[in-house]
Antibody, heavy 118, light 110 residues
Framework: QVQLQESGPGLVKPSETLSLTCTVS????????WTWIRQPPGKGLEWVGY???????KSNPSLKSRVTILGDTSKNQVSLKLSSVTAADTAVYYC????????????WGQGTLVTVSS | QSALTQPASVSGSPGQSITISCTGT?????????VSWYQQHPGKAPKLMIY???KRPSGISSRFSASKSGNTASLTISGLQAEDEADYYC??????????FGTGTKITVL
């Protein structure tokens, strides 16, 4: 059973870049799609973007070009970078594995809260 | 892309059946059989309850069922139990090869 664990700074200053890592255990990141999903406090889920291990990525159009998702097969990790953050980017960030046959999210990390504040 | 529309809240008594709707467009819900549903208890990560519109993952109670008609998907919980009280979100793959979540529905067991 694959397990995912998000990690990264819990506090980021406005205009800076948010950086998170999702460490995958119990399976390889190869041959799968990996996605980031966020949830502002008290609000709903928002899809951020996904990565295929080969490097193909797609992100939420609402986040424009601020999102970068990369994979490191040597460390079995998937990373998220979100640039030029504002308070609106404050959220719990989840990573999840995508089951491509049905385009759904079966395995989730526990999530990590990132607060954007000076 | 706009979030899929769900009712903000639905309530029911133990043993009853409730249904949550999820309305999108022909570019998401109506265009693909890639609708999934997630249950989220407070402070916890979402949990997959339904995928491919109607399928239940292993370990999910048969009390949970789902369907789709046109641009609207629905999740039904039968024999409502106290443990079903949670937030529920639908999700759909889209014609832009992205994903969109529903606005979320809070289920209250009276």
């Amino acid at each position: 059973q694959v397990q995912l664990q998000e990690s990264g700074p819990g506090l980021v200053k406005p205009s800076e870049t948010l950086s998170l890592t999702c460490t995958v255990s119990g399976g390889s990141i190869n041959n799968y799609y990996w996605t980031w999903i966020r949830q502002p406090p008290g609000k709903g889920l928002e899809w951020v973007g996904y990565l295929y291990y080969s490097g193909h990525t797609k992100s939420n159009p609402s986040l424009k070009s601020r999102v970068t998702i990369l994979g490191d097969t040597s460390k079995n990790q998937v990373s998220l970078k979100l640039s030029s953050v504002t308070a609106a980017d404050t959220a719990v960030y989840y990573c999840a594995r995508v089951v491509v046959s049905g385009w759904y999210f079966l395995s989730w990390g526990q999530g990590t809260l990132v607060t954007v504040s000076s | 892309q706009s979030a899929l529309t769900q009712p903000a809240s639905v309530s029911g008594s133990p043993g009853q059946s409730i249904t949550i709707s999820c309305t999108g467009t022909s570019n998401d819900v109506g265009g693909f059989n890639y609708v999934s549903w997630y249950q989220q208890h407070p402070g916890k990560a979402p949990k997959l309850m339904i995928y491919d519109v109607t399928k239940r993952p292993s370990g999910i109670s048969s009390r949970f069922s789902a369907s789709k008609s046109g641009n609207t998907a629905s999740l039904t919980i039968s024999g409502l139990q106290a443990e079903d009280e949670a937030d529920y979100y639908c999700n759909s793959y889209t014609s832009s090869s992205t994903y969109v979540f529903g606005t979320g529905t809070k289920i209250t067991v009276l």
